[in-house]
Every structure is written in C-alpha cells, then in structure tokens.
C-alpha cells in the first residue's frame, strides 16, 4: 500500500468518525451509564465528576461509610452492570430524566455498615444542564419528603 492509499484511507475514516456527533438523547444516556457504574461500585470519585455541586456532600457521606471488606466484597462478586430503562428531556433541553436498571448492586446499610447485594433496581436520575455538560443530580435524600431543619 502506497503513501496516496493511506492518506486516502486516513481521511475517509476521519470523515466517517466526524461525522458521528451525539445527539442530546445519545448525551444524557452516555453520562447516567457512566455515572451509575461508578456510583453502583462505590468509585464515588469519579461519580462526582458526573454530578452537581449540590450532590458532593451526599457523596462525601457516602464515602465515609465504604470499608475495605466493602471493596473486597464487591470485587469477589463483580461489578454492577447498567443499562437504560428509558430517557426523556425536558421541552427546553436543559432538565432530562434517565431510567437506569442496575444489575449485581451493593447497598450499604449506612447506619450499621451492613452491605446487601441486590439482584436488580432501577434508579431514576434528574439531570440538569449546567456550562453545555450533562450532571446527575443526587443529593441527600429526604425523609418523608421534608427538609429536617436541626
């Protein structure tokens, strides 16, 4: 093969490559599959790099509650596995829904540190639109639906 068929090759394929932009469906769908498997395998780190400012604090308490038996554990049974349920954003493109199911997922017990694998749940996560990049936002939960005011 001649220096001219590379060449030719070389720009077909960068044409072909360029060609292929992620539509926003694509976008919101890409992300909430890279943040749940870090979130689901308790690499919290990188799941905050998906996420809102809001969310960090629920990570840094998250966090706080993952041992190393924890980590064994998890690595002795696999990781979690992600897949789409389904997807939506919002009329103006700067709120989207995403439906994930979960497979092989660990949950700590934060009060007595207990981890449990389920077989399957789903998790559905707001996103916002924040400096033209996708962020999951996951803060702390609230009971019965109420700001506790302590």
């Given at each position: 093969m001649n220096k001219l068929?590379?060449?030719i090759l070389s720009f077909l394929l960068f044409t072909c490559l360029s060609c292929q932009q992620q539509t926003p469906q694509n976008q919101i769908e890409q992300t909430a599959i890279d943040f749940c498997e870090a979130f689901y395998n308790f690499n919290y780190p990188v799941a905050k790099e998906w996420s809102t400012p809001s969310s960090l604090p629920y990570f840094s308490f998250l966090a706080s509650n993952v041992k190393q038996t924890h980590l064994d554990q998890l690595k002795t049974q696999?990781?979690?596995?992600?897949s789409i349920v389904s997807s939506e954003i919002d009329a103006n493109s700067e709120?989207?829904?995403?439906?994930?199911?979960?497979?092989?997922?660990?949950?700590?017990?934060?009060?007595?540190?207990?981890?449990?694998q389920i077989n399957a749940?789903?998790?559905?996560?707001?996103?916002?639109?924040?400096?033209?990049?996708?962020?999951?936002?996951?803060?702390?939960?609230?009971?019965?639906?109420?700001q506790n005011h302590d």
């Open positions: 068929h590379i060449l696999g990781a979690a596995k992600v709120r989207a829904t995403v439906v994930c199911q979960i497979k092989n997922a660990f949950i700590i017990n934060p009060i007595n540190g207990e981890m449990k749940l789903q998790d559905t996560l707001e996103l916002v639109r924040e400096y033209n990049r996708w962020l999951i936002r996951k803060d702390i939960p609230l009971r019965n639906g109420k």
